[in-house]
């Protein structure tokens, strides 16, 4: 069988070229032979097979008197990846085994850009930079399955937002976000949904937090205890959490990254007696009354207009009093309708296109939900925002851009092989896949963005390339705002 070459992506708006392919004997530890590779081979999979941990293998690295035993040089323009484009290459995965090593040197501007694989750990790492002042900063997803490598701009993810615009309207942006954000706590495993805290989904990149709350006391709305639960289960078995303290978290984050915004879709769940417009007047006066922490005119913002804020989708109703606030529009961007269990809906106010197919009753049924995810991204990535502040509608308003809101989860409490981490473990790398190699190729109009893609389990055991791969996909506007030609 003949080795499959290497697919090269450029998802940046630098052009690249491979400048150098040098090959390296397999680490001994990672040559399948040997009683003491079997024995902790056999120990993984055992592992592996109680805990329901599929990780992925890892590699030493290369040392630096690695000696290579074949290396070659390209000339420049000889292998060239041009921005967002793609290229199939004549260069073999591998030649003697398919773990050796092969570190691949690009050039950028000049500057040269080192990249080992495979990668050491998960599938992403940044390109080791050969000059003492690089100019640029790049990630690197390889999907081994496929010999396909993509390279993005690396991100600061604690940051990513203050390399886009102020007037950029904030749909037209990748955004990473999770759903039911704060279920990291013990629970069953049907309720709970994340592998990480709130403070380390914000750090590494998450800017949209869905939150499900109960009203703890439905007949004293002077109080403001409001518990985070997953439909009518609480999150922790340990005790109520708050969303009081998920606000502190997000207002601590803020405060110290004042160029990124949060978004919070806010649902009312649980049991008891409590209603929407109590909620509404709760959320009101004792969390989100100062608009300069808040962002809640009931229209989507602008990314400068929402810097530094907590930005409040509401899917839940208003009462009488609060539809008269904003000079009689109402408050927060509305979005308390949207069709159930959909695969593509508009909500009558126009504020969200949702996919969010959540009833995948049998594990076959996964595919189904991995294809609507898809089509969600492709439909975000078809818009092209106008950028810039100016008349486009003839009344002093741009155009209405929804949001794309693209749900990732799915479960089903009855079945244990679509609990929420089960899911997550096909979806979460079938969409790494699907960016990487599939999303927004070829010559077709868009910014390419994802929309808002809702993820359930990322940043385990530190994994974060789907993140990455969102927030990557913000390139092309970045492009489009500096005034480059994609």
């Known amino acids: 069988m003949p080795t499959p070459p290497f697919t090269i992506r450029n998802l940046t708006s630098t052009p690249l070229n491979l400048r150098k392919v040098e090959r390296f004997e397999p680490h001994s530890s990672v040559h399948?032979?040997?009683?003491?590779?079997?024995?902790?081979?056999?120990?993984?999979?055992?592992?592996?097979?109680?805990?329901?941990?599929?990780?992925?293998?890892?590699?030493?690295?290369?040392?630096?008197?690695?000696?290579?035993?074949?290396?070659?040089?390209?000339?420049?323009?000889?292998?060239?990846?041009?921005p967002f484009k793609t290229v199939a290459t004549d260069i073999p995965s591998h030649i003697k085994h398919p773990k050796e090593y092969v570190r691949l040197t690009f050039g950028a501007e000049g500057q040269m850009y080192q990249l080992d694989l495979p990668a050491l750990k998960h599938d992403s790492t940044k390109l080791k930079p050969l000059?003492?002042?690089?100019?640029?900063?790049?990630?690197?997803?390889?999907?081994?399955?496929?010999?396909?490598?993509?390279?993005?701009?690396?991100?600061?993810?604690?940051?990513?937002?203050?390399?886009l615009k102020d007037e950029?309207?904030?749909?037209?942006?990748?955004?990473?976000?999770?759903?039911?954000?704060?279920?990291?706590?013990?629970?069953?495993?049907?309720?709970?949904?994340?592998?990480?805290?709130?403070?380390?989904?914000?750090?590494?990149?998450?800017?949209?937090?869905?939150?499900?709350?109960?009203?703890?006391d439905p007949?004293?709305?002077?109080?403001?205890?409001?518990?985070?639960?997953?439909?009518v289960f609480p999150i922790s078995l340990t005790g109520n959490k708050y969303l009081r303290d998920l606000v502190k978290e997000i207002r601590a984050f803020l405060d110290n990254n004042p160029s990124e915004t949060v978004i919070m879709s806010m649902k009312r769940e649980g049991t008891g007696s409590g209603t929407d417009a109590q909620?509404?007047?709760?959320l009101r006066d004792h969390y989100a009354g100062d608009v300069h922490k808040w962002f809640t005119a009931p229209r989507i913002?602008?990314?400068?207009?929402?810097?530094?804020?907590?930005?409040?989708?509401?899917?839940?109703a208003l009462e009488e009093g609060l539809k008269k606030e904003w000079e009689g529009k109402g408050w927060c961007i509305p979005a308390e309708t949207w069709a159930d269990n959909t695969p593509h809906a508009v909500n009558p106010a126009g504020t969200v296109c949702v996919q969010d197919f959540y009833e995948v009753l049998e594990t076959q049924n996964i595919e189904k939900k991995i294809k609507y995810a898809q089509e969600q991204c492709e439909r975000a990535a078809c818009c092209v925002t106008p950028l810039g502040n100016?008349?486009?509608?003839?009344?002093?308003?741009?155009?209405?851009q929804p949001f794309y809101i693209n749900f990732l989860s799915a479960s089903n409490f009855w079945k244990v092989g679509c609990w929420p981490e089960k899911i997550a473990k096909k979806v979460n790398p079938a969409m790494v896949d699907f960016l990487c190699r599939k999303h927004h190729e070829g010559e077709g109009p868009g910014d390419g963005s994802t929309g808002i893609v809702v993820c359930d389990w990322v940043g385990q055991d530190g994994d974060w390339d789907l993140v990455r791969c969102i927030v990557g996909m913000n390139a092309r506007l970045e492009m489009r705002e500096k005034g480059q030609r994609a």
């Open 390 to 400: 100016f008349n486009t509608t003839g009344n002093g308003e741009r155009p209405k």
């Open 32 to 82: 399948d032979n040997g009683l003491q590779n079997m024995t902790k081979n056999f120990t993984t999979l055992l592992a592996n097979a109680t805990t329901g941990n599929d990780s992925k293998p890892t590699y030493p690295p290369l040392t630096d008197d690695a000696k290579s035993f074949k290396s070659r040089d390209l000339e420049p323009g000889e292998l060239h990846i041009a």
């Open 279 to 282: 909620l509404g007047r709760i």
């Open 219 to 231: 007949g004293q709305p002077q109080k403001d205890g409001l518990i985070l639960v997953h439909a």
């Open 131 to 163: 000059a003492e002042n690089p100019k640029y900063d790049f990630t690197a997803v390889y999907l081994p399955k496929h010999c396909f490598l993509a390279l993005f701009s690396s991100a600061r993810l604690n940051a990513w937002m203050k390399e």
């Open 168 to 216: 950029t309207p904030l749909p037209a942006l990748s955004i990473p976000g999770t759903h039911n954000s704060a279920t990291c706590y013990t629970a069953a495993p049907s309720v709970r949904c994340q592998a990480v805290s709130p403070r380390e989904q914000l750090k590494n990149g998450v800017r949209y937090f869905d939150v499900r709350v109960q009203i703890q």
């Open 301 to 316: 913002p602008t990314l400068g207009e929402a810097r530094g804020k907590i930005c409040l989708i509401r899917r839940f």
